[in-house]
């Protein structure tokens, strides 16, 4: 039975990639999968033509790893973008992305695109200090095309999702890689017959060679930290990694600890201050969740207290 790839689904209807030829098929599921929001996008799946130009999705295979915020699976990487200008970029928002990006264990590339609003300084400026953490950092102007042969080479297999804040330029940046995003959205449209109305689903779109595929996504920037161990945010900052473990306490949070040696590091300067300071912001709110967690009515109303604690932090966060 020939396998494919969930790009675009649409009130049970489906839009599969077949993983062998490329080309792509309409398909409904078969009834178990019926049931709205059963199949994700970036599902593979196993699945039968019925007629010429329709299948039947019969199979998915066990996801490796979902994306709740929109719903995709299988994805390999995630690429932050920011503007070096305009919107300007805030180092600490930068922070909060890499934070969420790093939880997930997937690849990470930090894009910073609108190379050409600003001058070299200003880009040594900010990509310096990531390249230096270990970051792999791409410098991209979808006005000059600058930057294009180099993202492609790191996006070309497998899954990429976009992430960043409003007006950096992911579209753009989508359209500079994938000349083919308008006509593809065409044949779909009129393949599934409800074209107009699947631009707020998450889809799929295929690179030229049909190995890489990009998702759109607005990211993480609602997300709350409650799902992160104060004792393991620390880990999630891999400039911090040389240093841990030679910290006096087993369970240091790097605070007020006394012989800790990120703090160490930090006052030697081999850790960057402002790192350390927005660390010391996350871990605040991660143990703010935590105590609200041990809180024993918190299990009762999960939800509206999450959503009391969201609209706190938010007051705070600026
Ligand atoms: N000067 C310059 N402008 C750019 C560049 N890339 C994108 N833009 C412009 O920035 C604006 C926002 O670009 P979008 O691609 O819509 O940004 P986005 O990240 O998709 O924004 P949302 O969809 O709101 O999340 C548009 O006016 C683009 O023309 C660039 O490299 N240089
Ligand atoms: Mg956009
Ligand atoms: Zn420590």
Not at 162 to 188: D, Y
Not at 271 to 286: D, K, M, Q, V
Request: hydrophobic share 35%.
């Amino acid at each position: 039975m020939p396998e494919g790839r969930v790009i675009q689904g649409v009130g049970g209807f489906y839009e599969v990639m077949d993983l062998h030829s490329g080309q792509t098929i309409a398909a409904v599921a078969r009834g178990k999968f019926k049931r709205m929001g059963s199949l994700y996008v970036g599902d593979l799946v196993r699945y039968e033509m019925v007629t010429a130009d329709q299948g039947v999705i019969e199979e998915v295979f066990p996801r490796r790893i979902e994306l709740l915020r929109p719903t995709v699976s299988n994805i390999d990487r995630i690429m932050i973008v920011f503007a070096l200008k305009n919107p300007d970029y805030n180092l600490f928002l930068i922070d909060r992305f890499l934070l969420f990006a790093e939880t997930t264990g997937l690849e990470i590339l930090l894009v910073f695109n609108k190379r050409d609003l600003v001058g070299e300084a200003a880009v040594k400026k900010v990509a310096g200090p990531y390249r230096e953490i270990g970051y792999k950092v791409i410098i991209t102007s979808t006005k000059t095309r600058q930057g294009k042969r180099l993202l492609l080479q790191e996006i070309k297999e497998g899954v990429t999702v976009l992430s960043g804040p409003s007006g950096v330029g992911k579209s753009a940046i989508m359209n500079m890689v994938c000349p083919s995003i308008t006509r593809e959205t065409g044949e779909v449209s009129k393949k599934i017959g409800r074209g107009r109305h699947t631009t707020r689903q998450a889809k799929l779109l295929s690179l030229p060679n049909k190995a890489g595929f990009l998702v759109d996504t607005p990211g993480f920037t609602q997300l709350d930290l409650d799902f992160i161990e104060p004792l393991e945010l620390a880990g999630f900052f891999p400039d911090f990694r040389p240093y841990f473990s030679a910290c006096r306490f087993p369970g240091c949070l790097h605070k007020k600890e006394p012989d800790c040696s990120v703090k160490d590091a930090v006052s030697k300067g081999q850790i960057l201050s402002w790192r350390y300071e927005h660390y010391l912001t996350f871990l605040e709110e991660a143990e703010r969740f935590k105590r609200l967690r041990t809180e024993q009515k918190y299990r009762g109303r999960k939800k509206e207290l999450k959503q009391d604690e969201r609209s706190r932090s938010w007051g705070l966060r600026t």
